[in-house]
T-cell receptor, first 112, second 112 residues
Framework: GQQLNQSPQSMFIQEGEDVSMNCTSSSIFNTWLWYKQEPGEGPVLLIALYKAGELTSNGRLTAQFGITRKDSFLNISASIPSDVGIYFCAGQSTDSWGKLQFGAGTQVVVTP | DTEVTQTPKHLVMGMTNKKSLKCEQHMGHRAMYWYKQKAKKPPELMFVYSYEKLSINESVPSRFSPECPNSSLLNLHLHALQPEDSALYLC???????????FGQGTRLTVV
C-alpha cells in the first residue's frame, strides 16, 4: 500500500543526545500515530495525535500534529540505550476507516 | 488487560502443510486486523474484521483464509504457502471509532 515519507531512514546517536524524525504525506490525515518496534516484538503505540497543531508528550517523547495536517514529527530527548528500535509513523484519513498508512520507519541505534 | 495475544510465536511449515495462526484480545474491541511484515519494512494490512464480519480484504491470495469465530478471537488459516510468504504476521485490534491499534507480538512464519 501507499507509504508516508518518513525520515531519516536510520540514526546512529550517542546516549544522551536528542533524536528527531518526521513524516510527511500528500494526503490530509485526521489522526497521526507513532509506534516503536523492537526486534521480535509487535509495534507498541507511543503517542496518538488528533488535532492539527497538537503537541503531546509521553515522558521523554514529544510529538506534534502538523498544522497543515500533512505532517508530524517525533522527538526523543536525552536518549538512552533502551530507545533502540524502529519507530513508525502511521496516519489515517476520514475516508479510510480501518486503514492506517505507515511510514517506512526510522531505525534508531544508541551507543553508550 | 491491554494485551493482544498471538500463538504460536514461531512456525515453520512446508509448502503442502495446513496451519493456523491464532489471535485473542479481551479489551472489548470490535475490530481486528491481520498484517504481514517483512524485515525492516512497515506492516502491510491484509484483512479487517468489524463486528465479526470481514470488511476489508486487501487483495490477499486465497491461500490465506481469515476467520473471526467471535469478538475476541481471530484466526488466519494457511494452506499451500510459498517461501515468499515467510514474514512476521501481526494481529491488531481497535476500539469502536478509535484508530489506535494495539498489536500482538506476532507470529514469525517460515515457509520451507
Amino acid at each position: 500500500g501507499q507509504q508516508l515519507n518518513q525520515s531519516p531512514q536510520s540514526m546512529f546517536i550517542q546516549e544522551g543526545e536528542d533524536v528527531s524524525m518526521n513524516c510527511t504525506s500528500s494526503s490530509i490525515f485526521n489522526t497521526w500515530l507513532w509506534y516503536k518496534q523492537e526486534p521480535g516484538e509487535g509495534p507498541v503505540l507511543l503517542i496518538a495525535l488528533y488535532k492539527a497543531g497538537e503537541l503531546t508528550s509521553n515522558g521523554r517523547l514529544t510529538a506534534q500534529f502538523g498544522i497543515t495536517r500533512k505532517d508530524s514529527f517525533l522527538n526523543i530527548s536525552a536518549s538512552i540505550p533502551s530507545d533502540v528500535g524502529i519507530y513508525f509513523c502511521a496516519g489515517q484519513s476520514t475516508d479510510s476507516w480501518g486503514k492506517l498508512q505507515f511510514g517506512a520507519g526510522t531505525q534508531v541505534v544508541v551507543t553508550p | 488487560d491491554t494485551e493482544v495475544t498471538q500463538t504460536p510465536k514461531h512456525l515453520v511449515m512446508g509448502m503442502t502443510n495446513k496451519k493456523s495462526l491464532k489471535c485473542e484480545q479481551h479489551m472489548g474491541h470490535r475490530a481486528m486486523y491481520w498484517y504481514k511484515q517483512k524485515a525492516k519494512k512497515p506492516p502491510e494490512l491484509m484483512f479487517v474484521y468489524s463486528y465479526e464480519k470481514l470488511s476489508i480484504n486487501e487483495s490477499v491470495p486465497s491461500r490465506f483464509s481469515p476467520e473471526c469465530p467471535n469478538s475476541s478471537l481471530l484466526n488466519l488459516h494457511l494452506h499451500a504457502l510459498q517461501p515468499e510468504d515467510s514474514a512476521l504476521y501481526l494481529c491488531a485490534s481497535t476500539g469502536t471509532g478509535n484508530p489506535e491499534a494495539f498489536f500482538g507480538q506476532g507470529t514469525r512464519l517460515t515457509v520451507v
